[in-house]
């Protein structure tokens, strides 16, 4: 046999070093070997032992002496050649390495050594046979009568069923384990292993054998998308429904259709707490066709629910945003819920989106891509509106129920009334009346903690995070801590001002304090903090939620885990507390978010029988998103929004791309700003339009210890573009001249 090299992606490489390198196959390994694999290679000139992806096999090296294969890690490819390719596509595309975009595909129960553990194993249990025809188990068992009845019974049982686990037939028939053993040594049943998946354990739907019902409205968004779906071609389109509009029992009948023809289909979420109530209704009407695939499931179930996909036992993939990764062959469709949501982009390496990945799939494969939301990505619906997607609304809700009634309250006026507390007096009056009536109320805050700011009233004294440049949030759980939210760090809170003895003000109301106000206001009132403090407790978004719902706990206080997708029939009131919180924040993305938040949260009241109404409390009653999201109008908020964002120059009309220095001196990091931004503009000299802006502090310019500054480049990206970005990187990644400084690069960042 010829000698055999591979071209191999290999771990733990940085981005501006990242290249295939050639190893040897030897002879023991070359017959398995396969583009795909995991191997295990020696590395560097201290011949390191490291990981990597095999990507393409070859019959000579380029090198005179290459390095041989230690080991195979897998006894069969983990990745297709479509992923490998995708693999190389993500490297180009978000400036990642072949290797990191190769550790998103994969669950982590595939790591070898991964954390210091070693990778999950694959879990078989004992099977049970019969060796002979059931007529014969039956005759046997007639013989062998009451001298041995748990023989008998196991017999007759296998005679109906055929075969079964040891340990149900034991539990079923009382045998024990000579009585399997006897039998199978005279030949009458025959032990074997099948292999057992560990499922998620989520509350599966009672079955329906009807699909839902469609309006007249979700009919023809139905029958528009089939159409695209049954296509020869790939195909991208937008839902833009009123929160409950019914767009789930669209979902429904798509994937439904796709798996009728015979191909694959994946439902994407922004948040794991929406996954309990979608598999709640999916699984429903799918049943085991479901996968699942999300951060919460433990290693051993994220495992297995890959092979199932990956064997095609699966043919439905829902998940969060990774789940986009998941190896299901013949995709025919993909839909992203909430596609406007931020969780949907990843803020560490590869930094992408999970549209744009799904895009790739869809593109690859001819699928469908549905991007669903009831207030849709400005970009998404610039894109619809000129042709680049396909365009259905619904907007009607499917009960025919009106939106709620939404009031805003001007919180200032509340102040020169004399009420401090940040509850208006028209939301205590609105809260009383659902108790009264026994209805649950919602009430927002995308604060959590007790309080956001201590500081003292005599001298001006504020916490500070050691690590970071923010204040410590302080917490009164655990006997009063104030908590970094950045880097975790956390400390004991002083009883008086540590500067200079004086009082100390806690200002700054978080979901916590919400809590003990609303329970001082209200005593005796069960009510429910949903926040990432109260999960630690509760174990899962599902039994957080379970609760809420199933107790009727009358008032739930949440952050934005609350805001979007939950369908609670007896909720009718929604309060949002300090409206313009996110409003001001430095993001061209700011008025985009409130909106959005704003739009779902009201759209969580009022979706059964009972009408639903909103309260809004704001410092700035006057403001156009609070105005357009108080009238759930996205149609004005948008024609506002694109013509600012035209001016502004960003996306949907220019692309952004940050490039972020970082390093543990700051003069260092800025000088770095300085080389790196005169290499930009000398590059893009000849580019159209395209302009290099800053250096300017990161929103949190310190993050443990390190400082963070940012150049942002304004262009229409395309191949030419990012080539120079590259270069860029890799230039000021490897002059010495900036040791210990990093630089990365984030397309259309959050921030």
């Not at 595909?105 to 553990?117: I, K, S």
């Not at 759930?632 to 009309?653: H, M, N, S, T, W």
């Not at 191949?719 to 270069?727: E, N």
Request: proline content about 5%.
């Amino acid at each position: 046999m010829a000698e055999r090299y591979a071209l191999i992606a290999v771990s733990d490489l940085a981005y501006w070093v990242d290249r295939p390198h050639d190893y040897y196959i030897p002879p023991p390994l070359s017959e398995r070997a396969a583009p795909g694999m995991r191997v295990l290679v020696p590395f560097s000139r201290g011949n390191r032992q490291a990981e990597g992806v095999i990507l393409e096999l070859r019959e000579r090296s380029s090198y005179a002496a290459p390095k041989a294969v230690i080991a195979l890690l897998d006894e069969a490819p983990v990745l297709t050649g479509q992923q490998l390719k995708m693999a190389l596509w993500m490297r180009e595309r978000f400036y990642c390495t072949v290797y990191e975009a190769v550790k998103a595909m994969l669950p982590a129960g595939l790591w070898f050594r991964a954390n210091g553990t070693r990778k999950a194993t694959d879990k078989h249990s004992e099977w049970l046979r019969l060796a002979i025809t059931p007529e014969e188990a039956m005759a046997l068992a007639q013989r062998k009568g009451s001298r041995a009845k748990q023989q008998a019974a196991v017999l007759r049982l296998l005679a109906a069923v055929g075969e079964g686990s040891a340990a149900d037939i034991r539990a079923m028939t009382g045998a024990g384990r000579p009585s399997l053993t006897a039998l199978r040594d005279a030949g009458a049943v025959e032990f074997f292993s099948r292999e057992e998946f560990r499922r998620p354990d989520f509350r599966s739907g009672a079955p329906r054998e009807a699909l839902p019902a469609l309006n007249a409205e979700q009919g023809r968004a139905f029958e528009g998308l089939r159409r695209l779906m049954e296509g020869e071609k790939a195909a991208c389109a937008l839902l833009q429904g009123v929160t409950g509009s019914g767009k789930t029992a669209v979902y429904i009948h798509l994937i439904h259709a796709a798996l009728a023809s015979g191909r694959s289909a994946m439902l994407l979420v922004p948040e794991i707490a929406l996954t309990p109530q979608m598999l709640e209704t999916f699984s429903s009407y799918f049943g085991e066709d479901i996968a699942v695939l999300h951060s919460s499931l433990s290693i051993a179930e994220r495992y297995d629910e890959w092979k199932r996909v990956r064997s095609g036992a699966a043919k439905l993939m829902i998940g969060t945003r990774s789940a986009v990764f998941a190896p299901a062959e013949q995709l025919g469709l993909v839909i992203l819920d909430e596609e406007q949501e931020d969780s949907y982009k990843s803020e560490s390496a590869p930094r992408y989106h999970a549209r744009d990945v799904a895009k790739y799939r869809c593109a690859a494969d001819g699928a469908l891509l549905v991007l669903g939301s009831a207030t849709p990505d400005i970009v998404s619906r610039y894109r619809a509106e000129t042709g680049r997607y396909a365009f259905f609304r619904l907007d009607s809700r499917y009960n025919r129920m009106s939106l709620p009634e939404v009031r805003v309250v001007d919180m200032k006026r509340e102040l020169r009334a004399g009420n401090g507390s940040p509850f208006s007096a028209l939301l205590l009056d609105e809260l009383q009346k659902n108790l009264d009536a026994g209805q649950q109320s919602i009430l927002f805050l995308n604060r959590r903690g007790t309080a956001k700011l201590v500081s003292c009233v005599d001298c001006g004294f504020t916490f500070r995070c050691p690590n970071c440049s923010v204040n410590l949030t302080y917490h009164s759980a655990g006997g009063g801590r104030l908590m970094c939210h950045v880097c975790g760090h956390t400390r004991k809170v002083a009883p008086v001002c540590p500067d200079c003895g004086g009082t100390l003000r806690y200002s700054g109301d978080g979901t916590e304090q919400i809590e003990t106000l609303l329970g001082e206001r209200f005593p005796g009132v069960a009510l429910l903090r949903a926040d990432t403090d109260t999960l630690v407790q509760a174990g899962s978004h599902d039994a957080l939620f379970h609760r809420f719902q199933a107790e009727r706990i009358p008032i739930m206080i949440g952050t934005q885990m609350v805001t979007k997708g939950l369908n609670f029939d007896n909720v009718t009131l929604v309060g949002v507390l300090l409206a313009d919180q996110s409003l001001y924040a430095g993001s061209y993305r700011a008025s985009e978010r409130t909106f959005s938040l704003l739009t779902q949260v009201i759209g969580r009241g009022g979706r059964a029988e009972q009408p639903g109404r909103a309260v809004i409390q704001t410092f700035t009653p006057g403001n156009e998103v609070i105005r357009h999201a108080s009238g759930q109008d996205y149609d004005g908020f948008y024609a506002g929004e694109i013509e600012l964002r035209r001016v502004q120059k960003c996306p949907p009309f220019f692309d952004l791309a940050a490039l972020t220095v970082t390093g543990g001196e700051e003069g260092q990091v800025l000088r770095c700003c300085a080389v790196l931004k005169d290499l930009l503009v000398r590059s893009l000299a000849d580019q159209s339009g395209a302009e290099v802006l800053g250096p300017a502090p990161a929103p949190i310019v310190r993050v443990m210890n390190r400082y963070r500054y940012r150049l942002t480049l304004r262009c229409a990206l395309d191949r030419v573009t990012r080539g120079l970005i590259s270069k860029a990187l890799i230039f000021c990644n490897t002059d010495r001249a900036f040791r210990g400084v990093s630089v990365y690069a984030d397309i259309n960042p959050l921030e």
